[in-house]
């Protein structure tokens, strides 16, 4: 379903009222809720505010929302509420309320339920639309999204944060629908900022369902208490009677499931031999990939057939292509005009004339790149190129897919392999040591290890900086196979006389 670019800017899901009445009665009954007053900040038209009224009648409950339409529905549909008088709505900005000072005056026993809009900046941005908060350096980001400001962050998370910040310790409670990684953010956050101790749940709900959409969302219940964990409970659907796994926070890194985390927690480590990579990046799909048709001659993806030389073609396997395993065989091949990042590329024309004409005939297209990252570079740069690009051998695994399934890719047709920029890959000159590395990662401890880590409902739920946290070393450890791992890795290990020792090869 097409959503209006106003719905779009509000990040307007309505819930249906039978999802709201189904978390009030969660609230009530799983936490003993008896809040003295409700707050609804973006109430649209009124699910919450029915469903508070029906299961926690003698609390005064407030309603806000940008659009003086929904505030009007919502009054409407509250005729037939006998306690309807405990009710107030107000058309208001959650931006521009004082929130804090609103809180402030209100009963300590608040419950802040609801559901906020589900748009992200980015998408704002690209909407053209304000609906923002004013720039703050939300989160404390550091680096290059905080001198930019460009950092893509949820309008829920913004406002999560918030309330969190204001919650009433020991009797405030915050139950609100929102994306599952937003949650888990907040919940960082509070973590790397709070020192108080707090309960956190997240019950993952059907959006697809619900709103029509497929979003991996939530219903978040946080409260700050004295006896809390300071994990988040993950429970598989509202009704789901016990938790699936808890998560929490680990040398400073957000864990899926701590327990088998902590099973594991020795594995963590940096490797120094073996580094993960992301394949190459050119933002040129149409232009830069092509399909062979016969010898010398192929076709790019406007249809357009050009005779090329192969001296800057190479074989290129696709995030699909990796993560269903079909690795034996290229469709594709991927023109990389440099060998490291930044390199000159006018080299091309006297080395492959046809390919620097090809280029040409689309630098228009090239040039059009939106990414910063191609700006003052040479003319059809590429990125996530390098020595570890022309390897031979690699080991590659989608961060797409949802299964830990890591391919030995061996080189095709006599040139290695490269790997499109969503698929992670170590590299090898060798096949015996990528045979061997294979076998640390398919092991038990590093798929266990890596599958606590792994947020499996994400997007792109197999990041390089998770791979990146398992040591090599610590798994051929405790494989028993130090020694064939030192040998291949050259590296420094301890030898039974505890000496330092290099490996040999
Ligand atoms: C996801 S909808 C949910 C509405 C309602 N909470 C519910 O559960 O049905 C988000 C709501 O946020 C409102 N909204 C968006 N931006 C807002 C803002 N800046 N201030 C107040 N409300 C806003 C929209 O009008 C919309 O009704």
């Excluded at 748009?119 to 290059?144: D, F, M, W, Y």
């Excluded at 001198?147 to 910040?165: K, R, V, Y």
């Excluded at 099973?263 to 092509?290: F, P």
């Excluded at 440099?338 to 046809?354: D, S």
């Amino acid at each position: 379903m097409a959503l209006s670019k106003e719905k779009r800017q509000f990040g307007d899901f309505q819930t249906p009222d039978h999802l709201a009445q189904e978390v009030t009665h969660l609230l009530k009954q799983r936490y003993q809720l008896s809040p003295e007053m409700i707050l609804e900040p973006t109430c649209g038209t009124g699910a919450f505010i029915r469903a508070a009224l029906r299961h926690f009648p003698t609390a005064h409950i407030l309603g806000r929302d940008i659009n003086p339409s929904y505030i009007q529905d919502a009054q409407q549909s509250l005729v037939n509420y006998p306690d309807a008088h405990q009710v107030t709505l107000q058309q208001g900005d959650f931006f521009t309320i004082d929130w804090q000072g609103l809180l402030s005056k209100l009963s300590n026993h608040i419950l802040i339920l609801g559901n906020p809009p589900w748009v992200t900046s980015s998408e704002l941005s690209r909407l053209n639309q304000q609906n923002l908060p004013a720039k703050s350096n939300h989160q404390n980001r550091r680096g290059i999204e905080a001198i930019t400001g460009s950092a893509n962050f949820d309008i829920s998370e913004w406002m999560l944060l918030q309330f969190s910040q204001w919650l009433p310790p020991q009797s405030g409670i915050l139950a609100m629908l929102c994306k599952s990684s937003v949650a888990r953010k907040v919940v960082n956050q509070v973590q790397r900022n709070q020192s108080q101790p707090f309960s956190a749940d997240i019950y993952i709900i059907d959006a697809k369902q619900h709103f029509n959409v497929s979003v991996d969302a939530c219903l978040f219940v946080f409260r700050y208490d004295s006896s809390g964990d300071c994990l988040c409970h993950l429970y598989s659907s509202l009704d789901a009677p016990i938790s699936s796994g808890a998560i929490g926070e680990r040398n400073g890194i957000l864990v899926r499931h701590i327990p088998q985390y902590d099973a594991w927690s020795h594995l963590i480590g940096q490797n120094l031999t073996y580094t993960w990579r992301s394949g190459l990046k050119h933002d040129c799909a149409k232009v830069m990939e092509l399909e062979p048709v016969s010898e010398g001659q192929f076709i790019n993806g406007m249809g357009q057939t050009y005779d090329l030389e192969s001296t800057y073609l190479y074989p290129l396997l696709k995030s699909s292509d990796v993560g269903n395993g079909r690795t034996q065989n290229y469709r594709k091949v991927v023109l990389v005009t440099q060998t490291y990042i930044g390199e000159e590329t006018h080299l091309i024309e006297n080395i492959a004339p046809k390919t620097w004409r090809y280029l040409l005939d689309h630098s228009e297209r090239l040039n059009k790149r939106k990414s910063s990252i191609y700006k003052n570079k040479p003319f059809y740069s590429i990125f996530g190129i390098g020595d570890y690009s022309f390897k031979p051998w690699k080991i590659a695994i989608s961060g797409l897919y949802k299964s830990l399934a890591f391919q030995l890719i061996s080189p095709l047709g006599d040139k290695p392999v490269m790997l499109d920029d969503t698929v992670n890959f170590l590299s090898f000159d060798n096949q015996a040591e990528a045979e061997f590395v294979l076998e640390l990662l398919n092991s038990e401890p590093a798929q266990s290890c890596l599958d606590s880590m792994i947020f499996w409902n994400d997007k792109r739920p197999i990041t390089i900086d998770i791979l990146r946290r398992l040591s090599l070393q610590a798994v051929a450890q405790e494989l028993g196979l130090l020694d064939l791992y030192t040998h291949w890795a050259k590296a420094i290990h301890v030898n039974r006389q505890g000496q330092l020792e290099l490996g040999l090869f």
